[in-house]
């Protein structure tokens, strides 16, 4: 970690992110995450009070700014349709290290995650589909169509995701991708 008391941090998010991204809630244990990151229990509460329920939320809050900031700001930024749907597109394949990378908002709702954690990042999905619809309406999409386009969009993301992990082939998830912007990109 670094030095600097922002930087630790960030360096111990970075940790909790990956190890709930692989295992969800139920799947990571306060000894796992002593292993990872080499703290102590002690440090671990030292940082977070609440233990593993604070330590989910500041994962789905820190999930939240990379996803504003890869993904659903370049919906709002200026620019045609089909410059803000590829924006979309290609932050969409960073989070998810095209296809090789599990879903922390998948994993962490799957199983037991606390509420205030689960709520974090079902606003986060609602505020992309909310981003996505906006930016088709903006753009010239009719208004009455365009909550159901981004619903469906990310479906096709997240469901594209799981299936290509599942089958092991990232490749169908890039192409899933592909597929769906040259769609979005339409009137």
């Given amino acids: 970690m670094t030095d600097s008391p922002k930087g630790a941090r960030d360096a ?100 037991g995650t606390p509420e205030p954690a689960r709520a974090r990042l079902g606003a986060l999905l609602r505020e992309w589909i909310d981003a996505l619809a906006a930016a088709l309406v903006e753009t010239g999409a009719a208004p009455d169509t365009a909550p159901a386009r981004a619903f469906s969009a990310l479906a096709r993301i997240e469901g594209g995701l799981m299936i290509a992990r599942a089958l092991r082939a990232p490749l169908l998830f890039t192409d899933e991708l592909a597929r769906l912007e040259a769609e979005l990109r339409q009137g």
């Fill in 12 to 111: 111990l998010l970075d940790q909790l992110h990956q190890l709930f991204r692989e295992g969800g809630f139920d799947g990571v244990s306060i000894g796992d995450v002593s292993k990872l990151t080499g703290l102590g229990k002690s440090s671990l509460y030292h940082h977070f009070p609440g233990g593993k329920d604070d330590m989910a939320l500041a994962v789905a809050e820190r999930a939240g700014q990379r996803l504003r900031a890869a993904v659903i700001a370049p919906l709002g930024e200026p620019g045609d349709r089909e410059q803000r749907i590829a924006a979309m597109i290609s932050g969409t394949a960073i989070i998810y290290a095209g296809g090789e990378a599990p879903c922390l908002i998948a994993a962490m709702t799957a199983s």
